[in-house]
Nanobody, 115 residues
């Protein structure tokens, strides 16, 4: 089963930074939008940030001004730079790639922000 490969999660103190990376195998072609979702314990998965193949971006209100999503279309990679992290950012973060045929997901990476 084709999966995206995520890296960069971990434990950080409030106010700190982390950078998440995600790579899609070269076998996945024509990715339209790449997204980062997160799911905190007991909560629904939510969209955090998205970037289209043309470079347009979307951010959830809760992360605007603190998170930056970027993408390398040639390498099929997407990163999420997370600054000024807060305890409420603690969650499992998932990378997602949308194509015309289907969506692809990563296995998730844990981000824990201590107060």
């Amino acid at each position: 089963q084709v999966q995206l490969v995520e890296s960069g999660g971990g434990l950080v103190q409030a106010g700190g930074s982390l950078r998440l990376s995600c790579a899609a195998p070269g076998t996945i072609r024509s990715i339209k939008t790449m997204n980062w979702y997160r799911q905190a314990p007991g909560k629904q998965r939510e969209l955090v940030a998205a970037v289209t193949s043309g470079g347009s971006t979307y951010y959830a209100d809760s992360v605007k001004g603190r998170f930056t999503i970027s993408r390398d279309n040639a390498k099929n990679t997407v990163t999420l730079q997370m600054n000024s992290l807060k305890p409420k950012d603690t969650a499992v973060y998932y990378c997602n790639a949308e194509t015309m045929a289907r969506d692809y997901w990563g296995q998730g990476t844990q981000v824990t922000v201590s107060s």
